[in-house]
């Protein structure tokens, strides 16, 4: 194939092809527990809504209900891979070989946000959120109650109730619900069979007193169904 700027841009379109192909193939984990949000500058400055709106009989003037004090930024970075094409690899026509290289880097590109928003999870217990505390944390501040996001509790059918009831207690700094209602376990791959343990199992065992010591008994599984399971490979080193 002849060197020129008409060859080199069917080359490129048909790279391009092949990128877009992958990348609609792709899918990426990170949309079932994040919020794309769209941005055109180079950082954005989010508010915390820290009083929730309520509904109010309507009597007299409107009441208008204002931003909380909390706010924080984040900056947008700029992402990039590239390869280089051998000169004797477009005169030769041998570009095929480059197909699976060009599937990689789709893969890659649609795989990032995963590597982004997985890696926020375990830093949660050390990073700080909009409100100065650790992310997963027992001193976060809604109005005058303190509430916890946080349990160092291992993985198991008992804890699973446990953490799924304490979210489902939230409240606002109203004192009102937030009207949560967990339906996903994100786990890492050494936790899923653990994780359908709970959440797929029929029966589960189940240790209950006898006499003056326990005993296990196997009885209908009460979680297997409340949520689905989401294993994340990026957590497999947590």
Known sequence: ?????????????GFKTIFNMALQEAKPLYTRVATEVPSSA????????GKIPRMREWIG???????????????????EVTIGVDREDIEDDTL??????????????????????????????TSKCYDKQN??????????????????????????????????????EHGKPLNIVPNLLVVPPQLEEKAKEILVA????KTVPDGDGT????????HKGDAEILVVPWLAAH
């Open 1 to 13: 194939m002849i060197i020129n700027q008409a060859n080199l841009r069917s080359i490129y379109i």
């Open 42 to 49: 180079k950082s954005e400055e989010y508010k915390w809504l």
């Open 61 to 79: 003037d409107r009441v208008i209900q204002n931003l909380g004090a909390h706010d924080y930024t984040i900056k947008n970075k700029s992402w």
């Open 96 to 125: 095929g070989v480059y197909t699976p290289l060009i599937q990689s880097m789709s893969e890659s590109a649609a795989a990032h946000p995963d590597e982004i928003v997985f890696s926020l999870l375990p830093e949660g217990f």
């Open 135 to 172: 992310f997963f944390s027992s001193s976060h501040k809604s109005g005058k109650t303190v509430q916890s996001n946080l349990t160092d509790a291992p993985l198991s059918h008992t804890s699973f109730g446990a953490a799924r009831a304490a979210m489902m207690a939230l409240t606002d």
């Open 202 to 205: 029929e029966l589960v065992t």
């Open 215 to 222: 005993k296990e008994v196997v009885v209908s599984n009460t």
